[in-house]
């Protein structure tokens, strides 16, 4: 569900209009104001799951390095389907506390902030009119409140032996419901952990995964990368957003050799043959990505344990419809046209101090990246665009209970889609800082206070951000600074 | 650019987190160490060796309150946060009494021993295997494993169990492991078919009162102390300290304990074996032959 950009919501408090005419407002602005569904979804911070720990008797700090983040004991768990592998793994056993569900919501207090975006002069003007007719200007605008996150409620485990599940309705801040995970698991097939089968919607084998990971400010809380496309394109796709399809993944007996090949829908991992999980999305196509994934990890003795991986994702999207109604309609994504994202990653220990290295290099036919039909002409100077860049991240624990996080990121586009834009067009620089403190870790329930700052700089284009907050600025040369000031109490229980 | 009142915010709110986040805020959040009069051995300086390996307990206590505190306890008593929730209960590392062991009853277990301890886990019960930490983590944890106890300073560890070489399996192998399961009153515990519901089984407590059942062969797979035929060995010829599972080590000789371990396999319906499969085809063609084992049987049965 779209949220409301600042500037609306700014009119909105600056208004004294009936309730009628906000509904009214509201109903028109989320219907109209974000033309990018995919990234208003909230991004499923979601993957913490106290249901194992109570099954289990657990500590979160077993299974995560601070929760949701995996360790390498976690990740053999979820490799294995749930399962430690022992008698405790019976989708019928339970110890008397065992409540198979998991909630997790963040109630915050954040400020978020973008300079160079286009708003009304004077302040106060709202609407045009002869006698006082509002100037589009540069100016920043600011929000700040408290605020709740989205909601999870998870269940997962065992339905028997080897067949495991995950069910992950969540909801945005207004509490629209989609399925982010949903999916069923098919484990050590032939008795060998090197076959397993997953159905349904998942989130791709993302060595370092954007639903596991610590930030949660708008934008701290998404790897820019993962969202990227080059300005202008018309390719919806995200490497951090779940997929809906096929995986066939296995790993060796600790995880430390693991490989996934993924077929997935071309459609961001929309449902009902749409390019999203909410209702209103369009039509998707027919066509299937690819998603390749593989790692290997090393016991780097007193330093600890270090993972470096590669992956590839080739896929497809329409270029235009085939419609109904005089072409009012669209029924189904024709013109299919490639693209391709391919990187590397690690994550890497030096005792107490987990670096998380990235890079992407992204590719877009051209159709694609000047959104134009496979059936027309290209515009003058339309080209195939690129993309690279990555971040890279640090944990630092001062033990299980606190970490200092730290991200800088980088995004230049390589070649622009159309040649006589402004070489910078879109690039991206990010810089997150933040501290969790977890003062209740134990097997029955998860709390962690949660501290960032964030600031995101876009060249041009919309600042990729949590809420999809932020606005084209006038020029494309302008430097959009964006930043997130935030402050959380995350719960899971 | 960011006004100063809020720059002002977010330092002031981190450095409340930080403050707060310093304190050992929870139960548990902190590992204690031993009282030093009780002369166990120090966490700066003990160390564990397995093979190449050497593991420190000051790194180990780190990795300690990360995996282990939730049930074993700030105070590796055994009484963490989830010990009431948890049966089997957790080990009481103040007692340096261990299950699985290859030294002799009563002696402390060598350091492989609690390294393969924690690398294997033990399947009924809540401990997990731990393979998924390295080598070295494993080997730290042993080290701290080690400091809860003043044993540890005082004694060594005892003999490691020699295993001889496995005599092939024969019927006759089987037939006379039978006859000690019968002699030998295993089935009082474990019971006549082995299903852990001998007439004893009800009965039985751990060292610390608790109740505890005997091992049901039947749905088993694996032990809690391995899987591999030396395992089984190792078991009854070691004891399993903390329990009523004696050490079988001054009753047992030459091919015995071998002809036990053949036997026992018989039990385990649910898991194939060539001492199952002969034992299946013995009793398809002497099935009139066998006698029950139990109270009523004679010492001797077949």
Redesign the interface.
Same mark, same amino acid.
């Given at each position: 569900m779209p949220s409301l950009r600042p500037e609306t919501s700014r009119l909105l408090n600056r208004s004294r209009l009936t309730g009628l005419a906000i509904f009214t407002l509201v109903v028109l602005a989320m219907l109209f104001a974000d033309a990018k569904p995919a990234q208003a979804l909230p991004t499923g911070k979601a993957f913490a799951i106290p249901a194992f720990a109570r099954k289990?008797?657990?500590?979160c700090? %077993?299974c995560h390095t601070a929760w949701p983040e995996l !360790? !390498? $004991?976690g990740?053999?768990f979820r490799d294995n389907g749930y399962q430690?592998? !022992?008698?405790?793994d019976s989708p019928i056993w339970q /110890?008397?506390?065992y409540f198979p569900i998991s909630f997790r919501i963040t109630p915050s207090w954040h400020?978020e %902030?973008a300079d160079h975006q286009v708003i009304d002069a004077p302040d106060g003007c709202f609407g045009t009119s002869l006698a006082n007719p509002c100037l589009s200007v540069a100016g920043k605008v600011t929000q700040s409140g408290f605020d709740l996150s989205g909601m999870d409620l998870w269940s997962a485990g065992t339905l028997y032996k080897n067949i495991s599940f995950v069910l992950l309705p969540s909801s945005d801040p207004t509490a629209v419901w989609h399925f982010e995970s949903a999916f069923i698991r098919f484990d050590n097939l032939k008795n060998s952990p090197w076959f397993n089968v997953k159905f349904g919607r998942f989130e791709l084998d993302n060595l370092i995964s954007e639903k596991r990971f610590l930030f949660l400010s708008n934008n701290g809380g998404i790897y820019q990368i993962y969202h990227f496309n080059t300005p202008g394109s018309s390719n919806n796709f995200g490497y951090g957003d779940n997929q809906i399809g096929v995986e066939l993944a296995g790993h060796n %007996? /600790?995880?430390y050799t693991r490989y996934s090949v993924a077929v997935v829908s071309s459609n961001e991992g929309g449902v009902n043959f749409t390019t999203d999980v909410v209702p209103g999305a369009p039509p998707a196509n027919r066509s299937y990505d690819v998603n390749l994934a593989f790692s290997q990890a090393f016991? %780097?003795?007193?330093l600890? $344990?270090e993972r470096i991986g590669a992956f590839a994702y080739i896929g497809q999207r329409p270029t235009y419809f085939e419609t109904t109604d005089g072409g009012t309609v669209p029924l189904v994504g024709l013109g299919n046209k490639s693209f391709y994202r391919v990187g590397f990653a690690g994550d890497l220990y030096i005792h107490n101090l987990e670096l998380l290295p990235l890079f992407m290099y992204g590719h877009d036919n051209a159709y694609l990246g000047t959104a134009t039909s496979s059936q027309g002409a290209l515009p003058s100077g339309a080209q195939a665009p690129t993309f690279y860049g990555g971040f890279i991240e640090s944990h630092y624990y001062? !033990?299980?209970? /606190?970490v200092i996080l730290g991200r800088f990121e980088k995004i230049n586009v390589g070649q622009q889609a159309l040649s006589g834009n402004p070489g910078n067009f879109g690039n991206v620089t990010a810089y997150s800082v933040g501290?969790r403190?977890y003062?209740?870790? $134990?097997?029955r329930a998860g709390v962690a206070?949660d501290?960032e700052?964030s600031r995101v700089k876009s060249i041009g284009i919309v600042p990729e951000s949590g809420d999809g907050t932020g606005n084209i600025p006038l020029f494309p040369t302008d430097g959009v600074w964006s930043?997130s000031?935030y $402050?959380g109490i995350d719960f899971d229980f | 650019m960011i006004s100063s009142k809020f720059v002002a915010t977010f330092a002031l709110g981190s450095i409340a987190l930080l403050t707060f986040g310093a304190a050992p805020a929870t139960a548990q959040s902190h590992v204690n160490s031993p009282d030093p009069l009780l002369g166990a051995p120090s966490v700066n300086t003990e160390e564990s060796h397995i093979g190449t390996l050497t593991g420190h307990a000051e790194e180990g206590k780190h990795l300690y309150r990360r995996y282990c505190i939730g049930c074993h306890g700030p105070d590796g008593d055994g009484n963490g946060m989830n010990a009431q929730w948890i049966d089997p209960k957790p080990r009481d590392f103040t007692e340096a009494t261990f299950k699985c062991r290859s030294t002799p009853t009563g002696t402390l277990p060598t350091d492989q021993d609690l390294y393969n301890a924690i690398t294997r886990g033990f399947i009924n019960t809540n401990m997990p295997s731990w393979k998924p930490l390295t080598e070295q983590q494993r080997a730290d944890l042993v080290a701290f494993i080690k400091t809860w106890s003043p044993r540890w300073a005082k004694e060594k560890p005892g003999d490691v169990l020699v295993i001889p070489a496995e005599p092939p399996v024969t019927i006759e192998s089987i037939l006379h492991g039978r006859e000690l399961f019968q002699k030998l009153e295993c089935w009082k515990c474990h019971g006549p078919a082995g299903h852990g519901d001998g007439p004893s089984a009800a009965t039985l407590t751990d060292s610390k009162d608790n109740p505890i059942r005997p091992y049901n062969f039947s749905t088993g797979t694996r032990f809690k102390c391995g899987a591999t035929n030396q395992d089984i060995y190792r078991i009854f010829m070691t004891g399993v300290d903390g329990t009523p599972m004696p050490s079988f080590h001054d009753t047992l000789t030459g091919n015995d304990p071998w002809d036990l371990v053949h036997f026992l396999r018989t039990l385990q319906i649910s898991y194939p074996s060539k001492e199952l499969d002969l034992w299946q085809g013995y009793v398809a063609s002497h099935g009139k032959d066998i006698k029950p084992i139990g109270p009523d049987s004679a010492a001797g049965a077949q």
């Amino acid at each position: 569900m779209p949220s409301l950009r600042p500037e609306t919501s700014r009119l909105l408090n600056r208004s004294r209009l009936t309730g009628l005419a906000i509904f009214t407002l509201v109903v028109l602005a989320m219907l109209f104001a974000d033309a990018k569904p995919a990234q208003a979804l909230p991004t499923g911070k979601a993957f913490a799951i106290p249901a194992f720990a109570r099954k289990y008797g657990l500590p979160c700090s %077993a299974c995560h390095t601070a929760w949701p983040e995996l !360790n !390498n $004991f976690g990740q053999v768990f979820r490799d294995n389907g749930y399962q430690l592998m !022992n008698d405790r793994d019976s989708p019928i056993w339970q /110890n008397p506390s065992y409540f198979p569900i998991s909630f997790r919501i963040t109630p915050s207090w954040h400020r978020e %902030a973008a300079d160079h975006q286009v708003i009304d002069a004077p302040d106060g003007c709202f609407g045009t009119s002869l006698a006082n007719p509002c100037l589009s200007v540069a100016g920043k605008v600011t929000q700040s409140g408290f605020d709740l996150s989205g909601m999870d409620l998870w269940s997962a485990g065992t339905l028997y032996k080897n067949i495991s599940f995950v069910l992950l309705p969540s909801s945005d801040p207004t509490a629209v419901w989609h399925f982010e995970s949903a999916f069923i698991r098919f484990d050590n097939l032939k008795n060998s952990p090197w076959f397993n089968v997953k159905f349904g919607r998942f989130e791709l084998d993302n060595l370092i995964s954007e639903k596991r990971f610590l930030f949660l400010s708008n934008n701290g809380g998404i790897y820019q990368i993962y969202h990227f496309n080059t300005p202008g394109s018309s390719n919806n796709f995200g490497y951090g957003d779940n997929q809906i399809g096929v995986e066939l993944a296995g790993h060796n %007996a /600790n995880s430390y050799t693991r490989y996934s090949v993924a077929v997935v829908s071309s459609n961001e991992g929309g449902v009902n043959f749409t390019t999203d999980v909410v209702p209103g999305a369009p039509p998707a196509n027919r066509s299937y990505d690819v998603n390749l994934a593989f790692s290997q990890a090393f016991d %780097a003795k007193s330093l600890g $344990f270090e993972r470096i991986g590669a992956f590839a994702y080739i896929g497809q999207r329409p270029t235009y419809f085939e419609t109904t109604d005089g072409g009012t309609v669209p029924l189904v994504g024709l013109g299919n046209k490639s693209f391709y994202r391919v990187g590397f990653a690690g994550d890497l220990y030096i005792h107490n101090l987990e670096l998380l290295p990235l890079f992407m290099y992204g590719h877009d036919n051209a159709y694609l990246g000047t959104a134009t039909s496979s059936q027309g002409a290209l515009p003058s100077g339309a080209q195939a665009p690129t993309f690279y860049g990555g971040f890279i991240e640090s944990h630092y624990y001062l !033990n299980p209970q /606190n970490v200092i996080l730290g991200r800088f990121e980088k995004i230049n586009v390589g070649q622009q889609a159309l040649s006589g834009n402004p070489g910078n067009f879109g690039n991206v620089t990010a810089y997150s800082v933040g501290y969790r403190w977890y003062p209740i870790m $134990f097997s029955r329930a998860g709390v962690a206070l949660d501290g960032e700052y964030s600031r995101v700089k876009s060249i041009g284009i919309v600042p990729e951000s949590g809420d999809g907050t932020g606005n084209i600025p006038l020029f494309p040369t302008d430097g959009v600074w964006s930043s997130s000031i935030y $402050f959380g109490i995350d719960f899971d229980f | 650019m960011i006004s100063s009142k809020f720059v002002a915010t977010f330092a002031l709110g981190s450095i409340a987190l930080l403050t707060f986040g310093a304190a050992p805020a929870t139960a548990q959040s902190h590992v204690n160490s031993p009282d030093p009069l009780l002369g166990a051995p120090s966490v700066n300086t003990e160390e564990s060796h397995i093979g190449t390996l050497t593991g420190h307990a000051e790194e180990g206590k780190h990795l300690y309150r990360r995996y282990c505190i939730g049930c074993h306890g700030p105070d590796g008593d055994g009484n963490g946060m989830n010990a009431q929730w948890i049966d089997p209960k957790p080990r009481d590392f103040t007692e340096a009494t261990f299950k699985c062991r290859s030294t002799p009853t009563g002696t402390l277990p060598t350091d492989q021993d609690l390294y393969n301890a924690i690398t294997r886990g033990f399947i009924n019960t809540n401990m997990p295997s731990w393979k998924p930490l390295t080598e070295q983590q494993r080997a730290d944890l042993v080290a701290f494993i080690k400091t809860w106890s003043p044993r540890w300073a005082k004694e060594k560890p005892g003999d490691v169990l020699v295993i001889p070489a496995e005599p092939p399996v024969t019927i006759e192998s089987i037939l006379h492991g039978r006859e000690l399961f019968q002699k030998l009153e295993c089935w009082k515990c474990h019971g006549p078919a082995g299903h852990g519901d001998g007439p004893s089984a009800a009965t039985l407590t751990d060292s610390k009162d608790n109740p505890i059942r005997p091992y049901n062969f039947s749905t088993g797979t694996r032990f809690k102390c391995g899987a591999t035929n030396q395992d089984i060995y190792r078991i009854f010829m070691t004891g399993v300290d903390g329990t009523p599972m004696p050490s079988f080590h001054d009753t047992l000789t030459g091919n015995d304990p071998w002809d036990l371990v053949h036997f026992l396999r018989t039990l385990q319906i649910s898991y194939p074996s060539k001492e199952l499969d002969l034992w299946q085809g013995y009793v398809a063609s002497h099935g009139k032959d066998i006698k029950p084992i139990g109270p009523d049987s004679a010492a001797g049965a077949q």
